[in-house]
């Protein structure tokens, strides 16, 4: 099964400061710690790190070096190292030097990782999986697609196992 990252604009409006989760889900009525608390049990059963991020930050760079990450060798490894920085360790993804920084830890070269975020290489791919993501209709993260289904959110590994059980069945129909 080949798996391809699809980038999605999730807040990007979000400052070069960044912006607190208190005061993005202001307008909401949600219960912040209830929602952590459901998010870091998920995680803790299925044996991954969750730490207790207060800010949100603008993941367009991080998105542009996924891009360029996926065309290099053992590239793949920057997408869990991005998850990590962000969600476990707080790290703000926005800025160029944690990027690097995040680079030189999976391996990959920080020199030809700062020549993409300095030029921008990847943007126009960005763009482009900005686009796919509001053609399919995708509103959330995660947002997984296989075939011609979809999930969406934070799903039991069950779940995600059936979208590549009924697109692989697609997949022998269409053969």
């Known amino acids: 099964m080949k798996v391809e990252w699809v980038h999605f604009p999730l807040h990007p409006d979000t400052p070069a400061e960044g912006r607190s989760l208190a005061d993005l889900f202001a307008a909401r009525n949600l219960d912040r710690k209830a929602m952590h ?3 870091k049990a998920r995680m803790d ?3 991954l ?3 207790e991020r207060t800010m949100t930050y603008n993941s367009r760079l991080a998105q542009e070096l996924g891009k360029w990450a ?3 060798p053992g590239g793949e490894a920057i997408h ?3 998850f990590r920085a962000y969600f476990v360790a707080a790290r703000d993804i926005s800025q160029p030097a944690v990027l690097l920084d995040i680079v030189q830890h999976v391996g990959l070269s920080a020199d030809s990782a700062r ?3 300095e030029k921008r290489t990847f943007k126009d791919a960005v763009d482009a999986d900005w686009a796919l993501s509001r053609q399919y209709g995708i509103t959330g993260v995660p947002t997984f697609v296989a075939g011609r289904a979809g999930v969406v959110g934070a ?3 069950e779940a995600l196992e059936q979208l590549v059980r009924e ?3 697609e997949d022998d129909a269409e053969e």
Request: glycine fraction near 8%; hydrophobic fraction near 40%; proline fraction near 4%.
């Open 49 to 51: 790190p969750y730490g």
């Open 155 to 157: 799903q039991a590994y």
């Open 80 to 82: 869990d190292a991005l």
């Open 37 to 39: 608390a459901q998010m």
């Open 167 to 169: 697109a692989a069945t």
């Open 45 to 47: 059963a299925e044996g």
């Open 70 to 72: 996926d065309t290099q």
């Open 115 to 117: 020549e993409v975020l």
